[in-house]
């Protein structure tokens, strides 16, 4: 009943802002009310039906020749797109392999690569982030937006689970295929 609420609540806002981007020239308020709304759905709500939406009135301000909107409007679609599971999981993984690239840093998550793996089987998040966050520190790394992004949200234990394992796999897949280049050569 709750996310029936949430629903309809978020409709009516929606409303509320197609009406308002055929009466005023000045886009900068519509953008506003629509960030605060995007708020309402960061907090673990499903973002599809926002995005759906969102990619239409892109298409109406397209028929409009709006350009700066439509930059602002693309902005606030891929804000949505980056916290989408997927997304995120693949992002992880790129992301992994780049820092891959460096081998003392490497070697670093390699040799705690067993442990944070563990805990992360065993739903022990808060040693997963602080192993990771020592490592980045101690190596003076910046730690990926996406890493940030997958220990602040409130998801269930799998996806936490596939979002550190996507990350590391790109630390084991790389050592993988360079192994794979060497039996090929």
């Known amino acids: 009943m709750g996310e029936q609420t949430l629903d309809l609540k978020v409709i009516n806002e929606l409303d509320t802002i197609y009406r308002k981007v055929y ?11 629509l960030k605060s709304i995007i708020e309402l759905f960061n907090n673990g709500y499903n973002l599809e039906y926002l995005e759906r939406q969102l990619l239409n009135y892109r298409d109406t301000l397209k028929n409009n020749g709006k350009k700066d909107e439509i930059n602002k409007l693309n902005g606030l679609i891929n804000n949505i797109k ?28 390699n040799s705690q690569i067993y442990r944070i793996l563990e805990l992360t089987r065993l739903n022990k998040r808060e040693e997963v982030v602080h192993l990771l966050m020592r490592i980045f520190v101690s190596y003076q790394k910046k730690i990926p937006d996406e890493l940030i992004e997958t220990m602040k949200q409130k998801t269930d234990n799998n996806l936490f689970k596939a979002y550190i394992y996507s990350f590391l796999c790109g630390f084991i897949g790389e050592e993988k295929e360079s192994k794979e280049e060497k039996l090929n050569e």
């Open 82 to 109: 980056r916290r989408k599971s997927d997304f995120l999981i693949e992002r992880l993984k790129r992301k992994g392999y780049v820092l891959a690239g460096d081998t003392n840093f490497k070697n670093a998550i």
């Open 23 to 33: 009466q005023q020239e000045d886009m900068k308020n519509w953008f506003d009310e």
